[in-house]
């Protein structure tokens, strides 16, 4: 069996060459039971099985930016174990079947990539809709909108802290946001829709709205361990036992400490963190006592279940119904 | 005892002779104990009560635009009872004294209004901080927003149908938008709210968006008997039987047959109203199964919870916290 | 792959021809482990699979009004495929296995059925014990007792409205009543019940019981799409987004109005067809206002739960508990 | 202060002798603000109090079988306060005055009765409104309706043991049948529903119908310590610490043993008392696993509800709501 | 398929022969994947069963003292069946392979014991850490500290009732000390708890505190069918109707009654009984009323608890997590 | 009106002047109706109010270390007020009277206290029952008692950080250890009972369980503002935006890194922190995850509930209930 993360397979290659992609090439969402399919994979986990005969095969988990999807070499050979193995990245031909409702690939022929494949990595990887320089600079903009010069030291001294990762970090391991760039999508476009409200209620004061949120899920970078490629293997050890609402709060009080933020303004800004999720079950131990602290729960949550709903319904008919979706309660999205 | 509503009092009286008021006059929300006070109030409520040792004196709820104050006439005559029950507005002399953490006014003198007072009313309704037309307006400019003819058609017909209340409604009994207008008010801001959301969630259906928001509370109007000055004296017996999102869905399924509304689209607007109170106990049997009926749930919960926070913290001083506060779980908000 | 509604496959016969059916036959109910089988059964979804080792089966389930077993044709044939997919109503032969725990038919022999074999499909379709012309009757005589002549024309008319649906529609999807008439048994029941519980309770007002029990569940005929022989392929449109209560509200605010039914009376029913769920989270916004409103609810619940009583303790042996019913919270029930 | 139970009261005095009623009298539940009022009555509970200025005066409550009513005694002297301690009946002369909502009596005069008075004690003692005799006795009928002949001699014997409270226990301290004779008259009008839906659901075993409703409350008389007026001072010791459930199921288990009752029969009826208020938060922690058992339990909660809905409704006028009713989940009941 | 109890399979045995055990023997906890292993274990369940494509092979649960595994014998026949049905316990040897994440043995010898191979019967079956004769020893001690002779004797006659199952009873079906001595070795920790907090809080009435802990779960043998090896086939009838707390409290006031307990104790021991689930869903319908009450209700937590976390983190290597435990609400346990 | 907290009103007094109190004194406890009064009390609050006829009283409420007791001065003149208002400690003299249900004292005579008095203010003010240094002595062994140096010097820079105001400080505002010492006595009495259960369940890490207890509530001096007497005016700002949870993770945090902590025990012992409460709803987002964690919980709220069981049944005569204890889920604890 072997469970490779993504970054680990990539390492040892010569990412340089994979630049292009032979077209045509199926995406996956687009895959249809009954075609033929020819193309470039990522193989996100793979594992040797055996049938109840005891026939071996490899189960394989392929994925591409558009999706993922499971397929099947039942002809096992243990040369082709060891192009499996070794190769993060397989160009595979094949038939789709349907099985059980979903999508599967019966693979015929698997070989790992070369030069001429011109692999675009980047077509491979579930990420954000925006490139991350753009967001990083439109988060910067951001930054610079905050009036109260220690307030925005503060956040600008945490930002530079965790930068590097943030330009990849996800916003979750499962759930909204969870890909590439997730974190700092989710981060724009709350700081877009937050600037948006504080032109219709007036008296809401921007520093914090700003603050608050370029602040609530920065420590979701040391919640979590995430590969270069927005996949989270595990939560950290600290992540576990504390969670990043309290990671963030520390770390208000640590960096504010040092910069010598007045006492009255991290706590209030802690506090916004540590009420984010709103109810106590969800990990707010304190409701919102301000009432930016109460805007940011609703621009977090809004651009949450904006997210679910818009990838809910990205491959619905018009005039049908998703399935059943866990998220969301269970509730069946309806597309007009 | 009397009770009278505001309404009744002021229809037997020459409306137009009250014009202005005499300055210097003191807002109810000003009055510190201790002082002075002179002024024109109008009488909420009032009622003759006994002392415990059975001497009469009469118990009355002042009122202006900023607030509210309970009042004693210790001296009681038959002739000063009449006064009071023959007038809805009068002009009142007395001292501020503090009782159990309250004010109340210890009343000197009482006397019914003259012309040469020069009443404004306005001056004594609380009522929305926008004038009427004005609101009437905008939300007549986001009417026409609705690129959907049908969908304009049945907002254009519904709201026609309730316009002339719609001008003083308030948006509930008690709590958020209970003042004159407040129904209008809370629907135009939620509107304002929608565009700028619509903004940065590009996917939504704006037409939706509008059309939800101006009926989502429409039926207010015939859930709630209000007199002209926005004071509800009860639910109707519709309203308590069925409430306004039932009888709202009944409205656009109705006026949507006689305008000949595709089927569909009268659906998806019904189903915006019946669930945009979210949890089937707040009153919402289905949640929300499209991105607009998710965001007009949200757009209603941020208008209401921010009218709360704007008013609790209103008389808060910088750096200190209000008293717990029901509406909002018994939060104490803070003030910066 | 196969999944063919019962009522498209019977379409395309000769219904007359398939009157009979060659005795002696065994009800899936009574299927032993280690015996054979030989009987006639109507199916109701089939699907080709293929073994771990790649070999194709068909897996079919088949039913009889007894019950439903799983059964498999391991020698799989594009003959055999042909005739399971060509008729809905197959012989089969067989013999009757155990696996983990449940039965599953091994079938050796499959073929369409012919004239000869006089298949009587009522024996196939499970169904209310009652016959349709019968129950049918029996409401209407309960709507002859309503007195008030607006409230019982009310009723006539949405009856009549849905007859045609009302003799072969199921009561849910699955759960209580999910069957052919099991709608009109479970409003037959009800209101035999609740004729006896007016004996007790002498105030209440019998018209609204009789009427409120006629009409509560009324839309469930317009909430799913039922095939004549009770089977629900699934929720409408408008059943998903809105829901029979919701529904049901509407059919006699614009049934009233076209009789003229006086406006009081018409929100009572409302009323009582919204409260009925009782809870919340249930469906229903409101709890009943009154008495009459309050009976309905239970007439309802005893119904449902007595109907899975019944059915649960059915095949259990004296002095023996049943397996964890899902739909009675996980109970185990006792059978005496 | 004096708090005396109307029984001791009742005990030190020829109770023969007060046999008749001066009339007209106004019942309790007539009395209108404005009017005098004349009339003799039960002393509930009374205690000489203080105004703030000092004065002392006699606050006391006085009942009839129609209901209750404050009153006052503002001059007090000595001589007052005795015949109000003295007398458990009282005849009294005053002004009914309207209290911030509530009737109040002003008492003029007062004295204890004499022979003359004629006092009828029934007319003075809130009660069912069956003859305990006759409750009794239709009691006894369905107890020989129980076919099992073990079953019955358990049901009679445990009935035999409490006979001479049964004929005046209420059901409840406070709440549903709290008056004289409610536990029988809750007990009878379950006996008559069960017999009824037994019709309906003809699958029940009517011996355990019977035998559960005659048992299920029965400890509900060592559970409160009631006098003979039905009012319940207190829960019993043995009431608090295990309430009338357990107390139900030990005295079928120990009455059962005596008689040689069948095993599962015992267990039977004591899972039939132990589920029979359904949810563990209401102190059934098994929920009913016997139709029978699952049957009690409606017809338990079906009698309670009615006897509040039509007692919360009895001076309700036609076209208008009651005030919110606590024991209803704070629902405003309509009366039609 | 064959399921045996381990009882009986053992019974027919001569149970001296099987003394010791070859050594060296793979404990089932040690099994490494890509190991040989060759030992004797007890067969917990077995089943015959087909692979996808046809072929019978045989599916084991091995089990040893330190856990259990599952175990396939692809190569079937007859005769090897009959070794697997009539033996209870058997040599094996084999493969350990990884399946999905579980270890599972692929048996390639299976033959049932003979004498030489020494089996000693308690090497295989999970038990209590502590000798049942100590256990039993240290509950008697506790017991003679009881002052209150009357409360002595109850619990004396009650425990002798019990004895001879009270030492190989587990104290649950499955959770928390679900192994031989199990019900006994949770007594005893919570008698030495309870012993040492009553020293902190003297005020406790220890004679209360050591018969509550003897007697709590007491009717946990007359709840659950075990047998002599601690493993439970499943409850009994009156186990499911009524539960091992209202047993208790039966058995408290029959036993009570017998020797002339005092009301008083026998109540409040009844008492301690019925509250120590403390949570009415959990099947206490009443919380503690008495100091001795509340804290056998945290003797009895804390000892379950104790317990999970110590099984739990067993295994868990230092500075890792364990993975979600569903009995305690999901968490992740964090081995330091 | 004057509210004055009972540190400022001593702080003006010659302290040392106040040693002894002039014998006999009544105990607030054990004041009874009818009696006459004389002592020395600390005076609470008081507030001048009027009778509703208009005459001045003024109202204080006394306390000393036994109790608290309302009080009026019905006699009001200038003078007494101006005594009143300028002692924080009083001699009274006054009747018992009993005023619905509550004792009250009827005040004839006050006076400021005089060096004659010889006022010993232990004997005023509610305290812990042992002495605090003893009790600091108590807390410092077990300090001594953690075996690993590092954690130990985390516990005593942090105590000694908080070691002059933990001496007075209570556990609480309100509810449990809401006196003078309590925080203290809290702490100590979790040890006490922490060490007796570490000899039961032997493999917890003593270390941590000494560390946890010490550090789970500490930060409650800053989340409180209290008095030198135990009494806490308000929570602070940072208290009720953050609490002493989060404060306490915080501070081990940062005390951590001074001393360069292992990171793995500075984050156990914040897990331990922040679990301690158990539930969201109570303040822990996270619930325990080792077994140290989990036992402080238990620990904690068996200290609280103790302490409430103790104070709750102190007057309670055997064979009687308290009344309902609103602390305790209204409780009626029955007093053996």
């Known amino acids: 069996m072997g469970q490779s993360s993504i970054e680990d397979i990539l390492k040892d290659k010569d990412k340089e060459q994979m630049k292009s992609l032979l077209s045509p090439q199926k995406n996956i969402a687009k895959l249809k039971a009954g075609e033929k399919v020819e193309g470039i994979y990522l193989i996100k986990s793979f594992e040797v099985k055996k049938t109840a005969g005891g026939k071996q095969y490899i189960d394989i988990n392929l994925v591409d930016k558009t999706g993922e999807v499971n397929a099947k070499i039942w002809d096992y050979s243990k040369e082709t174990e060891k192009t499996v193995t070794e190769n993060g990245i397989v160009k595979v031909r094949g038939e789709v079947l349907e099985w059980s409702g979903s999508k599967q690939v019966k693979i015929s022929k698997v070989r790992g990539t070369i030069p001429q494949d011109n692999v675009i990595i980047s077509e491979l990887i579930p990420s954000a809709p925006v490139e991350p320089t753009e967001m990083l600079n439109t988060i910067k903009i951001y930054t610079k909108k905050i009036n109260d010069s220690q307030v925005r030291l503060l956040v600008e001294n945490i930002l530079a802290k965790y930068n590097n990762k943030l330009i990849y970090y996800p916003a979750a391991k499962k759930n909204h946001h969870s890909y590439m760039g997730g974190l700092l999508y989710h981060t724009m476009r709350m700081l877009q829709s937050g600037e948006k409200l504080g032109q219709v209620y007036s008296f809401l004061n921007m520093d914090y709205i700003y603050a608050g949120v370029l602040l609530h899920d920065i420590c979701k970078i040391i919640e979590m361990d995430s590969d270069e490629y927005g996949v989270v293997s595990d939560y950290t050890m600290e992540g576990k036992l504390l969670g990043h609402i309290i990671q963030g709060i520390k770390e208000i009080e640590i960096e504010g400490e040092?910069?010598?933020?007045?006492?009255?303004?991290?706590?209030?800004?802690?506090?916004?963190?540590?009420?984010?999720?709103?109810?106590?079950?969800?990990?707010?131990?304190?409701?919102?006592?301000?009432?930016?602290?109460?805007?940011?729960?609703?621009?977090?949550?809004?651009?949450?279940?904006?997210?679910?709903?818009?990838?809910?319904?990205?491959?619905?008919?018009?005039?049908?119904?998703?399935?059943?979706?866990?998220?969301?309660?269970?509730?069946?999205?309806?597309?007009?």
Chains 1, 2, 3, 4, 5, 6 share one sequence.
């Open 258 to 336: 040092k910069i010598g933020l007045d006492r009255e303004k991290s706590v209030v800004l802690q506090h916004m963190v540590l009420s984010h999720h709103y109810e106590p079950e969800f990990g707010s131990p304190k409701k919102p006592m301000t009432p930016e602290a109460e805007i940011l729960h609703f621009l977090d949550i809004i651009d949450a279940r904006m997210f679910d709903f818009e990838r809910a319904l990205e491959g619905t008919e018009p005039g049908s119904f998703t399935d059943k979706i866990w998220l969301l309660d269970n509730r069946n999205l309806y597309k007009m």
